[in-house]
């Protein structure tokens, strides 16, 4: 997933946005840096040899004439939020050379930081196709699965089983944990299945059932039906 770069001298304000920030790409499981930076110097240092798209919030009264000049060279296809006390501050700093994304007013708000990067990684991803990876533990390795490759997790013998079309893992953890790093789509059909129902070729409510690509079988229990069939009826699948 796409960079951040935070350049804001109030140490406040520029905390409050990098932990906005690393909350949500925490949650979404996106595999991202977050820089942060007190003065145009050290952030013009830093992109200097960055060549990658990134999302900048930048302190209005931080941009100079050199920071313009190397994010043209480095950021295309990149996302500019610009950050001031007031709008008039950055309606006079927008120009030909600087055109914002978006904009985030001083003293920064949680919520509204989320807003933000929110918007800017569903546009990113919309645009490249780049998805989030759900990762997990087994033993002391970390393993890192694009989350639209899982067609459903399995609770096994006190063991979660992770299943794509190609691979199975085996590790420990619980459906109350994982849910908070999946999309709505993802969807409890059992007690012992959290399926992920973009996946899911066909399903047989008689045999109580659903099966995947490769032939892959879920099960749906009678207190997870109505969940299943309130889903279908919403046009998702």
């Keep these: 997933m ?9 140490e406040k304000d520029r905390v409050k946005i990098v932990n906005g920030c690393a909350e949500y790409y925490i949650n979404k499981n996106y595999d991202s840096e977050i820089y942060n930076f007190s003065s145009s110097d050290e952030l013009i240092e830093k992109v200097n040899d ?5 999302v900048y919030f930048l302190d209005c009264s931080e941009i100079t004439d050199l920071m313009i000049e190397r994010l043209q060279q480095s950021a295309k296809g990149s996302y500019l939020i610009l950050m001031a006390d007031n709008m008039k501050k950055i309606l006079d700093t ?7 994304s978006g904009y985030l007013l001083l003293p920064a708000e949680r919520d509204e930081v989320t807003r933000i990067i929110k918007s800017v990684c569903e546009e990113y991803e919309s645009i490249t196709g780049e998805s989030a990876c759900f990762r997990f533990k ?14 459903y997790f399995e609770a096994a013998n006190k063991k979660m ?17 994982i849910k908070t790093f999946l999309p709505d789509y993802f969807l409890r ?16 409510f008689k045999e109580m059932w659903l099966s995947f690509r ?24």
Aim: charged fraction near 25%.
């Design 189 to 204: 059909t059992h007690k012992s299945f959290l399926v992920n129902m973009n996946n899911v070729k066909n399903i047989d």
């Design 161 to 177: 089983i992770l299943r794509t079309a190609n691979q199975e893992y085996e590790y420990y953890d619980s459906f109350d944990n």
């Design 214 to 237: 490769d032939g892959a079988v879920a099960y749906i229990s009678r207190g997870y039906k109505k969940d299943v069939e309130e889903y279908i009826q919403t046009g998702e699948i």
């Design 2 to 10: 796409i960079d951040v770069f935070i350049c804001e001298e109030n």
């Design 138 to 151: 087994i033993k002391s390795r970390i393993y890192s699965v694009d989350i639209s490759n899982i067609d």
């Design 50 to 54: 960055y060549e990658l798209s990134a």
């Design 94 to 100: 927008i120009s030909t050379n600087m055109r914002p």
